[in-house]
Protein backbone atom coordinates (compact mmCIF):
# COMPACT_ATOMS: atom_id res chain seq x y z
CA UNK A 1 0.00 0.00 0.00
CA UNK A 2 2.78 2.09 0.74
CA UNK A 3 4.27 1.83 -1.99
CA UNK A 4 1.34 2.24 -4.39
CA UNK A 5 0.83 5.65 -2.61
CA UNK A 6 4.56 6.74 -3.50
CA UNK A 7 3.99 5.41 -7.21
CA UNK A 8 0.93 7.61 -6.69
CA UNK A 9 2.10 10.93 -5.63
CA UNK A 10 5.03 10.45 -7.77
CA UNK A 11 2.40 10.36 -10.82
CA UNK A 12 0.78 13.67 -9.01
CA UNK A 13 4.32 15.31 -9.43
CA UNK A 14 5.50 13.90 -12.62
CA UNK A 15 1.73 14.97 -14.19
CA UNK A 16 2.27 18.69 -12.28
CA UNK A 17 5.43 18.80 -14.22
CA UNK A 18 4.57 17.74 -17.45
CA UNK A 19 1.56 19.81 -17.45
CA UNK A 20 3.75 22.91 -16.72
CA UNK A 21 6.61 21.89 -19.52
CA UNK A 22 3.78 21.06 -22.23
CA UNK A 23 1.99 24.67 -21.90
CA UNK A 24 5.38 26.50 -22.05
CA UNK A 25 6.92 24.66 -24.76
CA UNK A 26 4.06 24.53 -26.48
CA UNK A 27 2.71 27.37 -28.33
CA UNK A 28 -1.14 26.22 -28.45
CA UNK A 29 -3.08 24.91 -25.84
CA UNK A 30 -4.49 22.19 -28.29
CA UNK A 31 -0.53 20.47 -29.16
CA UNK A 32 0.20 20.97 -25.12
CA UNK A 33 -2.47 18.72 -24.13
CA UNK A 34 -1.75 16.37 -27.21
CA UNK A 35 1.84 16.22 -25.89
CA UNK A 36 0.80 15.95 -22.65
CA UNK A 37 0.62 12.44 -22.70
CA UNK A 38 3.82 11.52 -24.66
CA UNK A 39 5.71 13.81 -22.17
CA UNK A 40 4.14 11.93 -18.84
CA UNK A 41 5.03 8.71 -20.02
CA UNK A 42 8.50 9.71 -20.82
CA UNK A 43 9.29 12.04 -17.93
CA UNK A 44 7.29 9.17 -15.60
CA UNK A 45 9.52 6.18 -17.09
CA UNK A 46 12.68 7.70 -16.71
CA UNK A 47 11.59 8.85 -12.94
CA UNK A 48 10.81 4.94 -12.37
CA UNK A 49 14.20 4.26 -13.85
CA UNK A 50 16.10 6.44 -11.97
CA UNK A 51 14.22 5.38 -8.21
CA UNK A 52 15.18 1.61 -9.49
CA UNK A 53 18.61 2.29 -10.49
CA UNK A 54 18.79 4.41 -7.22
CA UNK A 55 16.84 1.33 -4.87
CA UNK A 56 18.47 -1.67 -6.61
CA UNK A 57 21.65 -0.08 -7.92
CA UNK A 58 24.99 -0.05 -6.33
CA UNK A 59 24.91 2.88 -4.09
CA UNK A 60 22.60 0.77 -1.42
CA UNK B 1 7.92 70.48 -28.88
CA UNK B 2 8.28 67.16 -28.93
CA UNK B 3 10.58 64.68 -27.42
CA UNK B 4 12.54 62.00 -29.17
CA UNK B 5 11.39 58.87 -28.56
CA UNK B 6 14.10 57.20 -25.69
CA UNK B 7 16.40 55.25 -27.21
CA UNK B 8 19.49 53.57 -24.96
CA UNK B 9 22.42 51.56 -25.54
CA UNK B 10 22.49 49.90 -21.90
CA UNK B 11 22.95 45.85 -22.81
CA UNK B 12 19.85 45.07 -20.88
CA UNK B 13 22.29 42.58 -18.49
CA UNK B 14 23.89 45.90 -17.86
CA UNK B 15 20.83 47.30 -16.19
CA UNK B 16 19.71 43.76 -14.58
CA UNK B 17 22.96 42.86 -13.07
CA UNK B 18 22.45 46.46 -11.92
CA UNK B 19 19.36 46.34 -10.46
CA UNK B 20 20.20 43.06 -8.44
CA UNK B 21 22.67 44.89 -6.55
CA UNK B 22 20.73 47.94 -6.04
CA UNK B 23 17.28 48.15 -6.99
CA UNK B 24 16.55 50.92 -9.13
CA UNK B 25 19.99 51.58 -10.23
CA UNK B 26 18.94 49.74 -13.86
CA UNK B 27 16.39 52.46 -14.13
CA UNK B 28 18.60 55.16 -13.18
CA UNK B 29 21.08 54.33 -15.86
CA UNK B 30 18.18 54.31 -18.82
CA UNK B 31 17.09 57.65 -17.40
CA UNK B 32 13.65 56.00 -16.42
CA UNK B 33 14.31 58.23 -12.79
CA UNK B 34 10.29 57.83 -11.79
CA UNK B 35 10.03 53.81 -11.72
CA UNK B 36 14.08 53.96 -10.47
CA UNK B 37 12.88 56.02 -7.16
CA UNK B 38 9.55 54.01 -6.50
CA UNK B 39 11.42 50.60 -6.81
CA UNK B 40 13.99 51.64 -4.18
CA UNK B 41 11.69 53.01 -1.92
CA UNK B 42 9.30 50.05 -2.01
CA UNK B 43 12.22 46.94 -2.32
CA UNK B 44 14.50 48.31 0.22
CA UNK B 45 11.46 49.17 2.15
CA UNK B 46 10.40 46.08 2.19
CA UNK B 47 13.80 44.81 3.48
CA UNK B 48 14.31 47.38 6.22
CA UNK B 49 10.77 46.56 7.75
CA UNK B 50 11.41 42.99 7.77
CA UNK B 51 14.90 43.51 9.35
CA UNK B 52 13.39 45.96 12.00
CA UNK B 53 10.19 43.63 12.98
CA UNK B 54 12.81 40.57 13.28
CA UNK B 55 15.42 42.50 14.51
CA UNK B 56 17.62 40.94 11.96
CA UNK B 57 17.36 37.48 12.39
CA UNK B 58 15.56 35.80 9.65
CA UNK B 59 18.17 33.95 8.58
CA UNK B 60 19.28 32.29 12.20
CA UNK B 61 17.10 29.33 11.20
CA UNK B 62 19.58 27.77 9.22
CA UNK B 63 20.93 25.13 10.77
CA UNK B 64 24.90 25.59 12.18
CA UNK B 65 26.36 22.97 10.12
CA UNK B 66 25.02 24.92 6.63
CA UNK B 67 25.57 27.94 7.30
CA UNK B 68 28.67 28.63 4.52
CA UNK B 69 29.63 31.35 2.23
CA UNK B 70 27.00 31.09 0.01
CA UNK B 71 24.28 29.55 2.39
CA UNK B 72 21.72 32.45 1.56
CA UNK B 73 22.17 31.68 -2.06
CA UNK B 74 19.05 29.67 -2.36
CA UNK B 75 17.06 32.19 0.02
CA UNK B 76 14.60 34.02 -1.73
CA UNK B 77 16.47 37.84 -0.66
CA UNK B 78 19.35 36.99 -2.99
CA UNK B 79 16.82 37.93 -5.56
CA UNK B 80 17.77 41.38 -3.54
CA UNK B 81 21.36 41.23 -3.60
CA UNK B 82 22.66 44.65 -2.37
CA UNK B 83 20.28 44.69 0.43
CA UNK B 84 21.40 41.24 1.81
CA UNK B 85 24.81 41.85 1.20
CA UNK B 86 24.48 44.96 3.77
CA UNK B 87 22.49 43.00 6.18
CA UNK B 88 25.32 40.13 6.44
CA UNK B 89 27.63 42.55 7.24
CA UNK B 90 25.87 44.68 9.36
CA UNK B 91 25.02 40.71 11.30
CA UNK B 92 26.94 38.07 9.53
CA UNK B 93 25.62 34.58 9.67
CA UNK B 94 28.43 32.63 10.94
CA UNK B 95 29.12 28.98 12.74
CA UNK B 96 29.07 29.86 15.97
CA UNK B 97 32.31 29.36 18.01
CA UNK B 98 32.36 26.92 20.36
CA UNK B 99 29.77 24.48 21.16
CA UNK B 100 26.33 24.93 19.98
CA UNK B 101 24.08 26.12 22.84
CA UNK B 102 20.96 23.36 23.49
CA UNK B 103 18.42 26.39 24.07
CA UNK B 104 19.70 29.34 21.56
CA UNK B 105 17.87 32.79 22.15
CA UNK B 106 14.36 32.63 21.15
CA UNK B 107 13.77 35.35 18.14
CA UNK B 108 11.11 37.32 18.41
CA UNK B 109 7.92 36.31 17.59
CA UNK B 110 7.45 38.86 14.79
CA UNK B 111 10.51 36.93 13.04
CA UNK B 112 8.19 35.00 11.04
CA UNK B 113 6.58 38.53 9.15
CA UNK B 114 9.98 39.32 9.17
CA UNK B 115 11.08 37.25 7.23
CA UNK B 116 8.07 37.12 4.82
CA UNK B 117 8.76 40.76 4.50
CA UNK B 118 12.64 40.47 3.76
CA UNK B 119 11.38 37.47 1.12
CA UNK B 120 9.01 39.42 -0.75
CA UNK B 121 11.50 42.36 -1.09
CA UNK B 122 13.72 39.71 -2.84
CA UNK B 123 11.43 38.45 -5.62
CA UNK B 124 9.89 42.04 -5.95
CA UNK B 125 13.42 43.35 -6.57
CA UNK B 126 13.29 40.33 -9.23
CA UNK B 127 10.11 41.84 -10.95
CA UNK B 128 12.21 45.23 -10.76
CA UNK B 129 14.78 43.53 -12.79
CA UNK B 130 12.68 41.88 -15.71
CA UNK B 131 11.71 45.65 -16.07
CA UNK B 132 14.78 47.20 -16.36
CA UNK B 133 16.13 44.06 -18.41
CA UNK B 134 12.58 44.80 -20.92
CA UNK B 135 12.87 48.32 -20.60
CA UNK B 136 16.67 48.87 -22.05
CA UNK B 137 15.87 46.05 -24.52
CA UNK B 138 12.99 48.04 -26.16
CA UNK B 139 15.07 50.80 -26.21
CA UNK B 140 18.35 49.20 -27.61
CA UNK B 141 15.83 48.15 -30.16
CA UNK B 142 14.04 51.79 -30.87
CA UNK B 143 15.50 53.22 -34.12
CA UNK B 144 16.49 57.07 -33.65
CA UNK B 145 14.94 58.13 -36.45
CA UNK B 146 11.48 57.14 -35.15
CA UNK B 147 12.29 59.43 -32.60
CA UNK B 148 9.94 62.80 -33.15
CA UNK B 149 7.49 61.20 -35.07
CA UNK B 150 6.65 58.02 -32.88
CA UNK B 151 5.80 59.05 -29.68
CA UNK B 152 2.39 56.63 -29.39
CA UNK B 153 4.41 53.74 -30.36
CA UNK B 154 7.16 54.54 -27.88
CA UNK B 155 4.39 55.11 -24.93
CA UNK B 156 2.58 51.94 -26.36
CA UNK B 157 6.02 49.73 -25.77
CA UNK B 158 6.82 51.09 -22.71
CA UNK B 159 2.71 50.42 -21.41
CA UNK B 160 3.27 46.83 -22.90
CA UNK B 161 6.95 46.86 -20.47
CA UNK B 162 5.03 48.02 -17.70
CA UNK B 163 2.40 45.36 -18.05
CA UNK B 164 4.68 42.54 -18.19
CA UNK B 165 6.04 43.16 -14.97
CA UNK B 166 2.96 43.73 -13.48
CA UNK B 167 1.66 40.03 -14.66
CA UNK B 168 4.71 38.45 -13.53
CA UNK B 169 4.10 40.02 -10.28
CA UNK B 170 0.64 38.61 -10.28
CA UNK B 171 1.61 35.71 -11.59
CA UNK B 172 4.20 35.13 -8.64
CA UNK B 173 1.34 36.19 -5.85
CA UNK B 174 -1.44 33.64 -7.13
CA UNK B 175 -0.12 31.24 -9.50
CA UNK B 176 -1.87 31.42 -13.12
CA UNK B 177 -2.69 35.60 -12.45
CA UNK B 178 -0.09 36.42 -14.75
CA UNK B 179 -1.60 34.05 -17.80
CA UNK B 180 -4.85 35.09 -17.26
CA UNK B 181 -3.99 39.11 -17.29
CA UNK B 182 -2.83 38.08 -20.59
CA UNK B 183 -5.47 36.84 -21.53
CA UNK B 184 -4.91 33.04 -21.72
CA UNK B 185 -7.41 32.03 -19.43
CA UNK B 186 -7.23 28.93 -20.11
CA UNK B 187 -3.80 28.02 -19.55
CA UNK B 188 -4.02 30.22 -16.05
CA UNK B 189 -7.11 27.59 -14.45
CA UNK B 190 -4.63 25.03 -15.70
CA UNK B 191 -2.05 26.57 -13.77
CA UNK B 192 -3.83 27.18 -11.00
CA UNK B 193 -5.27 24.16 -10.54
CA UNK B 194 -2.15 22.18 -10.67
CA UNK B 195 -0.06 24.16 -8.95
CA UNK B 196 -2.17 24.81 -5.89
CA UNK B 197 -3.04 21.69 -5.73
CA UNK B 198 0.49 20.10 -5.82
CA UNK B 199 1.37 22.91 -2.99
CA UNK B 200 -2.11 21.40 -0.80
CA UNK B 201 -1.37 18.05 -1.23
CA UNK B 202 1.91 19.30 0.16
CA UNK B 203 1.00 20.84 3.08
CA UNK B 204 -1.31 18.19 3.25
CA UNK B 205 0.83 15.36 3.77
CA UNK B 206 3.41 17.89 5.79
CA UNK B 207 0.57 18.73 8.23
CA UNK B 208 1.67 22.42 7.80
CA UNK B 209 5.33 22.13 8.89
CA UNK B 210 6.33 22.67 5.30
CA UNK B 211 4.97 25.99 5.99
CA UNK B 212 7.24 27.06 8.64
CA UNK B 213 10.66 28.48 7.76
CA UNK B 214 12.40 27.76 11.66
CA UNK B 215 11.88 24.18 10.22
CA UNK B 216 12.36 23.79 6.94
CA UNK B 217 14.98 27.00 6.04
CA UNK B 218 15.65 26.05 1.85
CA UNK B 219 12.29 23.69 1.56
CA UNK B 220 10.34 27.65 2.07
CA UNK B 221 12.68 29.03 -0.12
CA UNK B 222 11.61 27.00 -2.56
CA UNK B 223 7.68 27.28 -1.65
CA UNK B 224 7.99 31.18 -1.52
CA UNK B 225 8.10 30.96 -4.90
CA UNK B 226 4.41 30.50 -5.40
CA UNK B 227 3.98 33.83 -3.26
CA UNK B 228 0.74 34.40 -1.32
CA UNK B 229 -0.68 31.19 -0.65
CA UNK B 230 1.90 30.15 0.73
CA UNK B 231 2.09 33.31 2.75
CA UNK B 232 -1.79 33.11 3.59
CA UNK B 233 -1.20 29.13 4.34
CA UNK B 234 1.49 30.13 7.25
CA UNK B 235 -0.27 32.87 8.56
CA UNK B 236 -3.13 30.56 9.19
CA UNK B 237 -1.78 27.77 10.25
CA UNK B 238 2.09 27.45 9.73
CA UNK B 239 3.35 27.42 13.20
CA UNK B 240 1.13 24.38 14.68
CA UNK B 241 2.80 22.33 17.75
CA UNK B 242 5.58 19.79 16.77
CA UNK B 243 4.65 16.77 18.66
CA UNK B 244 6.03 14.20 16.29
CA UNK B 245 7.57 14.36 12.81
CA UNK B 246 4.88 14.05 10.30
CA UNK B 247 5.28 10.25 8.62
CA UNK B 248 4.76 12.00 4.98
CA UNK B 249 6.92 14.65 5.91
CA UNK B 250 9.62 14.14 3.38
CA UNK B 251 7.00 13.86 0.32
CA UNK B 252 5.07 16.66 1.99
CA UNK B 253 8.24 18.95 1.60
CA UNK B 254 8.70 17.81 -1.59
CA UNK B 255 5.38 18.47 -3.09
CA UNK B 256 5.04 22.27 -1.18
CA UNK B 257 8.30 23.13 -3.14
CA UNK B 258 8.13 21.74 -6.52
CA UNK B 259 4.69 23.78 -6.34
CA UNK B 260 6.93 26.50 -5.64
CA UNK B 261 9.76 26.01 -8.47
CA UNK B 262 7.51 25.24 -11.31
CA UNK B 263 6.09 28.41 -10.34
CA UNK B 264 8.79 29.99 -11.50
CA UNK B 265 9.29 28.21 -14.76
CA UNK B 266 5.78 29.37 -15.28
CA UNK B 267 6.80 32.83 -14.41
CA UNK B 268 9.44 32.81 -17.28
CA UNK B 269 6.75 31.88 -19.71
CA UNK B 270 4.64 34.44 -18.63
CA UNK B 271 8.00 37.26 -18.79
CA UNK B 272 8.45 35.74 -22.22
CA UNK B 273 5.54 35.56 -23.84
CA UNK B 274 5.04 39.42 -22.59
CA UNK B 275 8.76 40.44 -23.96
CA UNK B 276 7.52 39.11 -27.10
CA UNK B 277 4.56 41.65 -27.33
CA UNK B 278 6.92 44.65 -26.32
CA UNK B 279 9.41 44.08 -29.09
CA UNK B 280 6.48 44.06 -31.52
CA UNK B 281 6.68 40.05 -32.02
CA UNK B 282 3.87 37.76 -32.14
CA UNK B 283 4.41 35.77 -29.10
CA UNK B 284 2.51 32.50 -30.84
CA UNK B 285 4.70 32.68 -33.96
CA UNK B 286 7.65 33.29 -31.96
CA UNK B 287 6.75 30.18 -30.01
CA UNK B 288 6.50 28.05 -33.35
CA UNK B 289 9.77 29.80 -34.80
CA UNK B 290 11.79 28.45 -31.73
CA UNK B 291 9.31 24.57 -31.79
CA UNK B 292 10.26 24.56 -35.45
CA UNK B 293 13.91 25.25 -34.73
CA UNK B 294 14.56 22.73 -32.16
CA UNK B 295 13.14 20.61 -34.18
CA UNK B 296 15.34 21.50 -37.07
CA UNK B 297 18.01 21.26 -34.81
CA UNK B 298 17.22 17.54 -33.96
CA UNK B 299 16.55 15.92 -36.97
CA UNK B 300 19.84 17.79 -38.27
CA UNK B 301 21.63 16.11 -35.10
CA UNK B 302 20.01 12.95 -36.22
CA UNK B 303 21.65 13.22 -39.39
CA UNK B 304 24.97 14.18 -38.34
CA UNK B 305 24.95 11.42 -36.47
CA UNK B 306 23.64 8.71 -39.15
CA UNK B 307 25.63 10.44 -42.08
CA UNK B 308 28.34 12.91 -42.27
CA UNK B 309 29.68 15.08 -39.57
CA UNK B 310 29.28 18.03 -41.83
CA UNK B 311 25.96 18.59 -41.84
CA UNK B 312 24.28 22.04 -41.70
CA UNK B 313 24.25 24.22 -38.58
CA UNK B 314 21.26 25.13 -37.45
CA UNK B 315 20.58 29.08 -37.05
CA UNK B 316 21.22 30.96 -33.83
CA UNK B 317 17.85 31.03 -31.63
CA UNK B 318 18.14 34.56 -31.05
CA UNK B 319 17.58 34.93 -34.72
CA UNK B 320 14.90 33.61 -34.50
CA UNK B 321 11.64 36.40 -34.24
CA UNK B 322 8.61 36.64 -35.81
CA UNK B 323 7.25 40.14 -36.92
CA UNK B 324 4.11 40.89 -35.24
CA UNK B 325 0.93 41.69 -37.61
CA UNK B 326 1.10 45.01 -36.13
CA UNK B 327 4.28 45.89 -36.82
CA UNK B 328 4.47 47.62 -33.26
CA UNK B 329 4.03 47.21 -29.54
CA UNK B 330 0.75 46.24 -28.57
CA UNK B 331 -1.56 44.19 -26.38
CA UNK B 332 -0.68 40.93 -27.64
CA UNK B 333 -2.74 38.46 -25.89
CA UNK B 334 -3.99 35.02 -27.07
CA UNK B 335 -6.65 36.16 -28.56
CA UNK B 336 -4.49 37.55 -31.81
CA UNK B 337 -4.05 33.72 -32.21
CA UNK B 338 -6.76 31.44 -33.19
CA UNK B 339 -6.23 27.99 -30.85
CA UNK B 340 -3.88 29.68 -28.13
CA UNK B 341 -6.34 29.46 -25.12
Redesign the interface.
Known amino acids: MSLLL?AG?LA??V???S???A????????AALASLPKRFVRFYGVMLALLAFAYFGPFF | MESARPTSNVPPSVATILTWLLPGAGHAVLGAWPIALLGFALVEGLYLLGYLVSDGVVFEFLDPELRGRFALVLAPEFGNLGALLLHQLAQPLTMPAGPVPIAPPLPPASVHLGAVLTATSGVLNMVLMCHAHLTALVRRHARPEQGATDQKAAADTQRAVDRTAVQVAAGWMVPGAGHWLQGRKRRALLVAVALLGVFAIGTFLSQGTNLSREHHFYYWSGQALIGLPAFVAEALRGHPPLMSVPPMIDAGLFFATLAGLLNGLVLIDVYAWGESGALGRDPVADRRAMAAHRRESKSAAKRGSSGSRSGAKAPASKHLVAPHPAGAASDVTADDAEGTR
Open positions: HLVALAILVNFIVEADDG
